[in-house]
């Protein structure tokens, strides 16, 4: 998500005023202050951020991209609110899990890479620039098609195939966390496949990750009657609508059906011992 809001600033730049600000390691409410601070611009003490940022643009094009949200939604909420309310010629971009819940706002969820692309991001993070292989490059799609297309497991999993033969890793691939990994030089969320699901699950509720664990269950997707049948609570249809807002289940294709991207699906599974639940686990 941060990638392709970084994109879509640098084709705007050249014509109006682009602030970015990355939410995560903020405070609670820090997130104004360091939007105007991103613009160069530090607020006396008293003066409210969002008037000295209003000020400043006063009727000049500009876009303010509020990356990964999720940690402060309802205070960035109420900054986006306020930017938009008062500035006539303003946009906002925001990163998240979650939609932050104004009016006219459009949703844009990301999906998973074409086959494509997704090959070449694993080639070039694997560095196998030489011609191309067709036989090598079947076996790398397969690889991306387990993955369920997901950018940063192409990554990881590109960064290991320096070190481990394609088709080890492709052998692998029903033990996905141990392999999604880099040896080092990355940051917290994004060094392994492991820690950036971890840091999406840290923010749900002891019934969402309950609920997103035991679903985990579905190898091939799941329909709210499967769904019901598993948990038994008469609020698990609202519980499985909380989990595709968050992103963390898909959507219902058009017979009804439920998945989980595979990598999500197998954390997920690894987590079930810590819902407080003993059933017995199958595999569907």
Request: aromatic fraction near 4%; charge should be negative.
């Amino acid at each position: 998500k941060s990638s392709l809001v970084v994109e879509a600033a640098r084709a705007v730049a050249a014509d109006q005023v682009v602030a970015r600000v990355v939410i995560e390691p903020l405070e609670v409410g820090e997130v104004a202050a360091a939007l105007a601070s991103s613009m160069g611009l530090q607020p006396a003490a008293g003066l409210d951020p969002v008037e000295v940022i209003v000020g400043y643009m006063g009727a000049n094009a500009c876009m303010f991209v509020l990356d990964g949200c999720e940690p402060h939604l309802a205070e960035v909420a109420d900054l986006a609110d306020r930017l938009l309310t008062r500035l006539a010629h303003a946009k906002v971009v925001a990163t998240s899990r979650e939609p932050l819940g104004l009016a006219g706002e459009r949703l844009i969820r990301i999906g998973g890479l074409p086959t494509e692309d997704a090959v070449a991001l694993f080639r070039d993070r694997a560095d196998l620039t030489a011609e191309a292989d067709d036989a090598l490059d079947e076996r790398i799609a397969a690889v991306c098609e387990a993955l369920d297309g997901m950018a940063l497991a192409i990554e990881l999993a590109g960064s290991r195939a320096r070190s481990i033969p394609v088709e080890r890793i492709a052998q692998r691939l029903d033990d996905q966390m141990p392999l999604l990994r880099r040896s080092s030089g990355a940051d917290r969320r994004h060094g392994s496949m492991e820690q950036a699901i971890a840091w999406s699950f840290d923010l749900l509720t002891a019934d969402e990750h309950r609920g997103v664990a035991w679903h985990s269950v579905f190898r091939s997707g799941f329909g709210i009657g499967d769904a019901i049948g598993l948990l038994g609570d008469a609020d698990t249809e609202d519980l499985v609508a909380r989990l595709v807002e968050v992103c963390l289940i898909q959507p219902a294709d058009t017979n009804g059906e439920y998945r989980f991207l595979e990598p999500i699906r197998q954390y997920s599974m690894l987590t079930l011992a810590n819902v407080g639940d003993d059933r017995d686990v199958h595999v569907a």
